[in-house]
C-alpha cells in the first residue's frame, strides 16, 4: 500500500531497525513505547483488519504467532508479556496495517 507507514517502514522507506525479519514478518520496537519493552510484530502482507483474513494470512499469522515465542529471550521477554492487535475505531487501531503489539520488561498494570 502506497501511503501505509508500515508498508513504507517494510519497503524500507522509512527507516527503522529490525530485531527480527523473515519473509513473512518484521519485528521493530515501537516509536512510542507504553511500557519498558514495547515492540510490533508487522506481517509484511498489507491487510488492516482480523476480519478480512482469508487462508493465506491466516497462515502467515499463524507463523507471527509461532515465531514470537522463539524470540522471548532475545527480546528481553522471558519473564512475560502482553499480546495486543488493535481493531477499527473502538479498539484505538493507529496504524491500518494489522500487528501485533508485543509489550514487557516489567510487571504491566492490569486492565
Ligand atoms: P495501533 O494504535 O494502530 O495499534 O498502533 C500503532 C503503533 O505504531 C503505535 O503504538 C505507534 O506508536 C506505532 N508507530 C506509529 N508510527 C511508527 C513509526 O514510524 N515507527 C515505529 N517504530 N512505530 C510507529
Ligand atoms: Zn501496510
Known sequence: MENCIFCKIIRGEIPSPRLY???DMIIIRDIEPKAKLHYLC???THFALLSE??????EILKRCFAKIPTLEKELGLEKGYRVIINQG??????VHHLHIHLLGGEKLKDF
Open 21 to 23: 525479519e523473515d519473509g
Open 42 to 44: 508487522i506481517p509484511k
Open 53 to 58: 483474513m482469508d487462508g493465506e494470512k491466516a
Open 89 to 94: 475505531e473502538d479498539g484505538g487501531q493507529a
